[in-house]
């Protein structure tokens, strides 16, 4: 039984940083893929950061430069580091991963295990 639990959202101001924090129970880091996901009130769910076993990264273009993913393999957490944040950057922020080889990254229909999510405000 996967179990995924986020925190470390909240609000901040445009240009702060914020940490999320993703803690795996039941969760083998031998497996393929975790990542991040958000969602904005009104818009569909997208993908922002995801990393593999290998430690291999994709980033939205959206957040290119400005976020960084990583993972604690000794403490089954996976981390998202978000810095230079923008209002735009508000949502609702999921922790999910997937056992698949064949899973596209950032893409959430490919992902089986979720978290309950954590909020991000950014305010202007």
């Known amino acids: 039984q996967v179990q995924l639990v986020e925190s470390g959202g909240g609000s901040v101001q445009a240009g702060g940083s914020l940490r999320l924090s993703c803690a795996a129970f039941?969760?083998?880091?031998?497996?393929?893929?975790m990542g991040w996901f958000r969602q904005a009130p009104g818009k569909e769910r997208e993908g922002v950061a995801v990393?593999?076993?290998?430690?291999?990264?994709s980033y939205a273009d959206s957040v290119k430069g400005r976020f960084t993913i990583s993972q604690d393999n000794a403490k089954n957490t996976l981390y998202l580091q978000m810095n230079s944040l923008k209002p735009e950057d508000t949502a609702m922020y999921y922790c999910?991963?997937?056992?698949?080889?064949?899973?596209?990254?950032?893409?959430?229909?490919?992902?089986?295990?979720w978290g309950q999510g954590t909020q991000v405000t950014v305010s202007s």
């Open positions: 039941g969760y083998t880091y031998s497996s393929y893929c």
């Open positions: 999910a991963a997937t056992y698949s080889i064949f899973a596209r990254p950032l893409v959430p229909a490919d992902f089986g295990y």
């Open positions: 990393i593999d076993s290998d430690g291999i990264t």
